[in-house]
């Protein structure tokens, strides 16, 4: 390019590369899962995680351990976040399904994942 | 034949709604306003639900579900309390809780129990309010059967700062006396309690935190307010309607200098009561609606620097002693409304340049003394609804560009006057019932683009003068009931989709085309068409007004049988139907 891009033109570009590629989610016992960054930044937790400029080993690495959720926990997050992105772009209209006999424990992962 | 049905709006105004200029002043509409309460059914309530565009949080969607699972749970003490709490929040919020959830609540450090208006709460629920313990920061259980025992198992929350018990006729001057441990408490509403007594009043001197207190309609409150007298941090205090208030109350108030606000609305005290609130110099907002008080109480008040709202309506002010008023230069809200006031007394006015509310309703003024009104430029509403106001006086008012709303009912303004406000184009709400008004005053008006609620009950607009109903694509609210409409005028209604009322009632010659006409209204909330030949035969058109909440068809050519057709197969939201 010869001429540099105006400023906004760079900050667009910058958060481009920002929800690019994807990240490792490890459950409990150690079971990954790997989803888009976008999908991630579902979670305002994760968010914080992943944008903060060197704050987090999170960041560099591309990887989040969480020692208190459950594989099938994880699993069902995991899915929300992605519920979330086509819902929100209005291609999901269907609910979002909650076993019962997982609710309460979802329920507190969502909470500290603030999503 | 409209001319037969003019009326009257609602008696008392309410300071707080004269504050933030409510337009919705039809008495029927604000009616329909406080019906919007938990009694509503659920369609409603999922209808005010953000739409498709808010995507649920995960924790809003588990939420939900447990609500919907509810009886499979009965302990959440585990939870971290913001989760117990939403949770709890979310069973209110749906009339889901009873007792036997309730239970599942226990020792949950829940720090807010708002069950105001919820069926059913009675003594067996307080224990497990009470379980929440040190936790425990507010509590509602107003219009609940909570007893003095109830009430008693409160005790020990002793960090609670807001306790409402409203309506809470099971209550004694006895059970009361819990109160008084309850030291933290900032905020105490006991609306319509009869135990509030001169003896039951004794609870409140301990409660010396005390920053915020309802005693609204405390039939038995007389004696009682000399416990309120070391209450030094009170800011708001309020007694509307406690009748039995007298001038031997009120000095017990004149030591609560940081008061900011007092409401004595209909209290019974003489401009003597007033007297004792001279060195409240912090109130803002002082309420003496329906007090026998006289334009002499006004020389206490004049030295009240702080006042921005001052409530006279219907109290006994005659124009002397009105030169008091002239050094409340703070003031943006001033009610005069049903006083004997003349234009004497508007001269007194003129420097009160921070008005934006005033109320001038049914005074002895005239076109002389608007020339007063000249300067408030800051004015946003303006009432002078019953006066003698004719359209000479309204060229004063026509460089009051902030004006908002204007109510001229019943005034002598004609055609002419209303070219002299035709410029006003800040004005949303405009009441113009009164049968001088023709087709040529309301086209004067069609710059008036920013209109969301037009009166013209009684004003004898005919169908080509709806033309100009065109322009107001805003409009919320509509009246035109005098008479000469016709299913040709309607025409020029049917596409102000904005409307969530409209009155066409009174207009004889109305018929079933009418209500084809508006059946894409789809904003409807309220539907008048009394009256008016409209028969069962058109009554299908109505089904695509799914907001509909209330149907007036008196004298018409319907019958009630086939109105509840409709309503139960197609109009859910429908509660107010005439005829029965």
Known sequence: MAAPAPAQHREAEEEAEEMAGVVKLISAEGFEFFVDKKAAMVSNT???????????????????????????????????????????SGKETAEFPIEPEITLELMMAANYLDT | ??????????????????????????????????????????????????????????????????????????????????????????????????????????????????LEEYPGVKDAWME????????????????????????????????????????????????????????????????????????????????????????????????????????????????RYCNCITDSDMKYLSDLTNLRELQLSCCKISDIGVSYLKGLSKLAHLNLEGCAVTAACLEAISGLASLILLNLNRCGIYDEGCENLEGLVKLKVLNLGFNHITDACLVHLKELVSLECLNLDSCKIGDEGLLHLKGLLQLRSLELSDTEVGSNGLRHLSGLRNLQSMNLSFTLVTDIGLKKVAGLNSLKSLNLDNRQITDNGLAAL?????????????????D?????????????????????????????????????????????NLTDRTLELISGLTALVSLNLSNTRVSNAGLHHLKLLQNLRSLSLDSCKVTASEIKKIQLASLPNLISVRPE
């Not at chain 2, 337009?23 to 509503?40: C, D, E, N, Y």
């Not at chain 2, 924790?59 to 009886?71: G, H, N, P, Q, Y």
């Not at chain 2, 006895?174 to 309690?193: A, F, P, R």
């Not at chain 2, 710059?447 to 005919?462: K, Q, V």
């Open chain 1, 46 to 88: 994760l968010r914080n995680m992943l944008t903060s400029p060197g704050g987090f080993a999170e960041t560099r690495e591309g990887e989040v351990r969480f020692p208190e959720i459950s594989t099938a926990i994880l699993e069902k997050i995991c899915q929300y976040f992605y519920w979330s992105l086509h819902y929100s």
């Open chain 2, 1 to 114: 034949m409209g001319s037969a049905c003019s009326r009257k709006r609602g008696q008392l105004v309410h300071e707080d709604e004269l504050y933030s200029v409510r337009f919705s002043k039809s008495g029927s509409f604000k009616w329909l306003l406080h019906t919007l309460s938990r009694s509503s059914s659920d369609v409603l309530r999922k209808a005010q639900r953000p739409g498709p565009g808010h995507c649920p949080s995960l924790v809003e969607l588990c939420v939900a579900r447990v609500r919907e699972d509810i009886s499979r749970y009965s302990d959440f003490s585990m939870l971290p309390r913001d989760l117990s709490q939403q949770i709890f929040n979310e069973l209110v919020e749906w009339s889901y809780l009873t007792e036997e959830s309730l239970e599942a609540f226990r020792d949950c450090a829940l720090q807010d129990i708002c």
């Open chain 2, 128 to 239: 497990v309010v009470a379980s929440q313990g040190q936790s425990l920061l507010s509590v509602d259980i107003s219009c609940s059967d909570v007893t003095d025992s109830g009430l008693d198992v409160l005790k020990d929350c002793s960090n609670m700062q807001s306790l409402a018990c409203n309506y809470c006729d099971q209550i004694s001057e006895h059970g009361l006396k819990t109160l008084s441990g309850l030291s933290n408490l900032t905020s105490l509403s006991l609306k319509k309690c009869a135990a509030v007594t001169a003896e039951g009043a004794k609870a409140f001197a301990d409660l010396v935190n005390l920053v915020n207190l309802d005693l609204e309609r405390c039939p038995k409150i007389h004696g009682g307010l000399v416990h309120l007298k070391g209450l030094r941090k009170l800011e708001t205090l309020n007694m």
């Open chain 2, 446 to 462: 069609a710059g008036l683009t920013g209109l969301t609620h037009l009166d013209l009950f009684g004003a004898r607009i005919t």
């Open chain 2, 464 to 508: 080509s003068g709806t033309n100009c109903l065109r322009y107001f694509k805003e409009l919320q609210s509509l009246e035109l009931c005098g008479g000469l409409i016709t299913d040709a005028g309607v025409k020029n209604i049917k596409d102000l989709k904005a409307l969530t009322l409209l009155n066409l009632s009174q207009n004889g």
